[in-house]
């Protein structure tokens, strides 16, 4: 048989027939992109590990953002390069720099408890469904309103209401809730109204209050308030902090930009939805350096190129948006904001935010300028009489998100494969890029595909598999998002040819063993486009 074995394999029992955040997360685990932290002893909450796939989607995703950023950033608005330099800054920095920053005063989120479940919310996270009039007894209490997370389903919801035996005429039918509800946010209910999410009688949240989202740890031998220092918060700190040092020992001129990759901590008081919202996660982010005059200008290319690269990822379409903030929403210091906004399986029809490019004119130099007392005016090159602080235009992306909407946009379904989907990763994420699969372990089929694979490895990230069914690792290997399989089978030896396997068509064709590296450059290309 000189075609590989392509017997068409019937889907599992359990295949998917949506893009189910369940299985998502099965599949990471079984795969091993991504695992719960210290699994072996039942996890722990806001934490994760990537294994070998995950690290290896991960690190493509921060490599072709570092390429994008500082190793071949595109062309400015006046035809020339941009600059932008790297920085690896501490994790702990003296804890002057987050006073200065805002974020020990700042950074916080209205917190609530429930007295009954011992769970606890972010307030703004939770909404209420509100009877209009008056109020029903709920478990032998006089209950107003019902609290729900933001992303609740009408399913959920319906499913709640009738186990507190809320009346069928409140809830209304099918899955919709009648005019007797009207949706508001906690504060315009008094708490011993509402019944908590989860809780089975009114009257269990306790009233909000500010919960600072910086780790605390102590440096040095003694736990003492003078020794109190804390994990980042995120990696911009890190930036304008060596704002100064990197203007007087690099040959940059405004504009410039400078750009880190990094982990960062929040002690988020509901970390959930799988990696999206973590306590611990890497962050890729790029201060860009301006002229006050200029920054308007810098902010539209800003806006455009992280459009271009989301698409040149695989994360592009209907799916994203780039999303103005209201006035309201702005934080004071921010003349305007956009988020780029994924639509996730847990928030469709909504999207949630995978980067915020935020214009924060001169605060950050302001702040630091005046905590440090160091100067950070730019002197003009050309004109010192010239001093002033650059504005800043911040495209602020998170890796850790960045990696779960990759997983959710390549997670396709298609019943005509053994696991009922695959991974339609972009060439440039893939974690693998090609599998050499001989079809048989005997007749010296290994040794041919241990050749392909020593040759292959040198540029691309490959794998050898040798035992089990072909139909079976063709399976995995369309799990993992491998773009294209090689299969060497006994007419390999003779007519120097093997079958190759597109992962989205399932096609196969047979080139020449010789071409396969010529073949991957072309189609890896082509696929790219
Ligand atoms: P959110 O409103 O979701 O809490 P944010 O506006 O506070 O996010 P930024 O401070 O702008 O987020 O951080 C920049 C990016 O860092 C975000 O767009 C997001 O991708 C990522 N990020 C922030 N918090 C988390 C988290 N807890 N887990 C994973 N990624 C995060």
């Known amino acids: 048989m000189s075609q590989a074995d392509s017997a068409t394999p019937t889907p599992a029992p359990t295949a998917p027939t949506t893009k189910d955040m369940k299985d998502i997360v099965a599949l990471c685990k079984r795969r091993g992109f991504i695992f719960q932290a210290s699994d072996i002893y039942d996890g722990i909450n806001g934490f994760w590990d990537f294994g070998p796939l995950g690290t290896e989607l991960k690190n493509n995703i921060r490599d072709l953002w570092w390429k994008a950023m500082v190793k071949c950033p595109p062309i400015g608005p006046d035809g020339n390069p941009v600059r932008i330099v790297g920085l690896d800054s501490a994790i702990i920095q003296n804890p002057k720099v987050w006073v200065a920053s805002g974020h020990v005063s700042g950074f916080s989120d209205p917190m609530t408890d429930c007295r009954e479940t011992k769970k606890r919310y972010r307030a703004d996270h939770?909404?209420?469904?509100?009877?209009?009039e008056g109020t029903i007894d709920i478990n032998g209490k006089p209950a107003r309103a019902f609290a729900f997370l933001q992303d609740a389903t009408n399913d959920e919801v319906e499913k709640r209401l009738k186990k507190l035996n809320?009346?069928?005429?409140?809830?209304?039918?099918?899955?919709?809730?009648?005019?007797?509800?009207?949706?508001?946010?906690?504060?315009?209910?008094?708490?011993?109204?509402?019944?908590?999410?989860?809780?089975?009688?009114?009257?269990?949240?306790?009233?909000?209050?500010?919960?600072?989202?910086?780790?605390?740890t102590h440096a040095g031998?003694?736990?003492?308030?003078?020794?109190?220092?804390?994990?980042?918060?995120?990696?911009?700190?890190?930036?304008?902090?060596?704002?100064?040092n990197i203007v007087d020992s690099s040959r940059v001129r405004i504009p410039f930009g400078i750009a880190q990759v990094g982990k960062a901590f929040r002690n988020e008081v509901n970390p959930r939805n799988f990696i999206f919202r973590s306590r611990e996660f890497e962050q890729m982010e790029m201060e860009w350096f301006c002229h006050p005059d200029d920054a308007d200008m810098w902010f539209d290319f800003w806006m455009e190129e992280r459009k271009k690269w989301w698409l040149s990822i695989g994360v592009g379409g209907d799916d994203i948006i780039f999303r103005k903030h209201d006035v309201d929403e702005l934080v004071f210091y921010s003349k305007k904001t956009f988020d780029v906004e994924y639509r996730f399986p847990f928030t469709a029809p909504d999207f949630g935010e995978l980067e915020g490019i935020a214009y924060r004119a001169d605060y950050d130099l302001t702040q630091h300028q005046k905590h440090s007392g160091t100067k950070m005016e730019y002197m003009d090159p050309d004109d010192n009489t010239k001093r002033y602080l650059p504005h800043?235009?911040?495209?602020?992306?998170?890796?850790?998100?960045?990696?779960?909407?990759?997983?959710?946009?390549?997670?396709?379904?298609?019943?005509?494969?053994?696991?009922?989907?695959?991974?339609?990763?972009?060439?440039?994420?893939?974690?693998?890029?090609?599998?050499?699969?001989?079809?048989?372990?005997?007749?010296?089929?290994?040794?041919?595909?241990?050749?392909?694979?020593?040759?292959?490895?040198?540029?691309?990230?490959?794998?050898?598999?040798?035992?089990?069914?072909?139909?079976?690792?063709?399976?995995?290997?369309?799990?993992i998002g491998t773009p294209f399989c090689f299969t060497i089978d006994n007419d390999t030896a003779s007519d120097n040819s093997v079958t190759v396997r597109h992962?989205?068509?399932?096609?196969?064709?047979?080139?020449?063993?010789?071409?396969?590296?010529?073949?991957?450059?072309?189609?890896?290309?082509?696929?790219?486009?």
């Open 503 to 529: 992962r989205n068509s399932m096609k196969q064709e047979r080139i020449a063993l010789d071409n396969v590296k010529n073949f991957m450059r072309e189609n890896m290309a082509k696929m790219a486009r």
């Open 221 to 244: 031998a003694i736990q003492s308030e003078e020794n109190k220092t804390y994990l980042r918060g995120e990696t911009a700190q890190g930036i304008f902090i060596n704002y100064k």
């Open 166 to 216: 809320v009346p069928n005429k409140i809830i209304g039918d099918n899955n919709d809730i009648s005019d007797v509800l009207v949706r508001t946010s906690l504060q315009n209910v008094p708490l011993n109204e509402i019944v908590a999410p989860d809780a089975k009688a009114p009257g269990s949240l306790t009233e909000p209050r500010a919960f600072n989202l910086l780790f605390e």
């Open 392 to 479: 800043v235009i911040e495209p602020a992306a998170g890796l850790t998100r960045g990696v779960l909407a990759v997983l959710c946009e390549a997670y396709t379904i298609d019943p005509n494969r053994p696991s009922g989907m695959y991974m339609n990763f972009h060439p440039n994420v893939a974690p693998i890029k090609a599998a050499i699969l001989p079809l048989m372990a005997k007749d010296g089929q290994p040794e041919i595909a241990q050749k392909l694979y020593m040759e292959l490895r040198e540029d691309y990230m490959v794998e050898l598999d040798i035992k089990q069914n072909i139909g079976k690792r063709y399976a995995r290997q369309d799990e």
């Open 126 to 132: 939770i909404y209420l469904l509100m009877l209009r």
